[in-house]
């Protein structure tokens, strides 16, 4: 399996510009998750989704920010209008079942820069 | 909520032994997650705890206590390979949202 696969590496822009960061998780899991990386506060769960449907939301950190699973295969990660305290790694992952023991499986991770 | 406490930084030699250890504050316990993180790269498993006591897996063994809040993460023989950051992390019942700590980072010195 190709493991979970994000695109693109790197991404950089200017602020007010849109951005999409995509995802494919592994064939067969039911869960994905959109993480956030900063120094300062670490590894932050945005979003999840189960069977495609987002289940929490709260770390979506404000309007700009939208999440979208349209199939098993693909999501998405968008912000809109960007600003550069979006600066961060931001990371997808999946995971198979629901059980409390099932790992998360992350892709190489997004690295955006909001100039 | 959930509380996850990790120092930030560790230094050990080539060959020895490093123990990074992680407390927590949590309303329901559901077991706890060991990553690695090498930099620039993404997490990757290392150990799940669910039970007390410490489970060996080669040279890295993860250690819990539920009672006192506490595991830890022992890294032996260490490899310049090893230094990366590792996180502690505690899922909730349903769904695997995963809470993590800010990580320790390890660095291998020769």
């Known amino acids: 399996d190709a493991g979970v696969i994000q695109s693109p590496r790197h991404e950089v822009t200017e602020m007010g510009q849109e951005v999409t960061l995509r995802c494919k998780p592994i064939?067969?899991?039911?869960?994905l998750f959109w993480y956030r990386q900063t120094m300062m506060r670490g590894l932050e769960l945005l979003i999840y989704?189960?069977?495609?449907?987002?289940?929490?939301d709260s770390g979506m950190p404000e309007d700009r920010f939208s999440a979208k699973m349209p199939n098993a295969s693909f999501s998405t990660l968008k912000i809109q209008p960007s600003e550069p305290r979006d600066s961060a790694v931001y990371f997808c992952a999946s995971s198979l079942g629901s059980g409390r023991a099932e790992k998360l499986f992350f892709g190489s991770g997004t690295q955006l820069s909001v100039l | 909520g959930q509380n996850i406490d990790q120092p930030t930084e560790m230094t050990a030699t080539e060959g020895a032994i490093v123990q990074i250890n992680c407390t927590y504050q949590t309303s329901g316990f559901n077991g706890l997650f060991w990553y690695q993180q090498h930099a620039g790269e993404a997490p990757t498993f290392l150990s799940y705890?669910?039970?007390?006591g410490l489970e060996e897996k080669g040279r890295f063994s993860s250690f819990l206590s539920r009672s006192k809040g506490y595991s830890y993460l022992l890294l032996k023989e260490l490899q310049m390979k090893d230094s990366a950051s590792y996180l502690c992390a505690l899922p909730k019942a349903a769904g695997n949202k995963l809470t993590f700590g800010g990580g320790t980072r390890v660095l291998v010195k020769p």
């Open positions: 064939s067969g899991h039911d869960y």
């Open positions: 705890n669910v039970l007390d």
């Open positions: 989704f189960n069977n495609n449907v987002p289940i929490d």
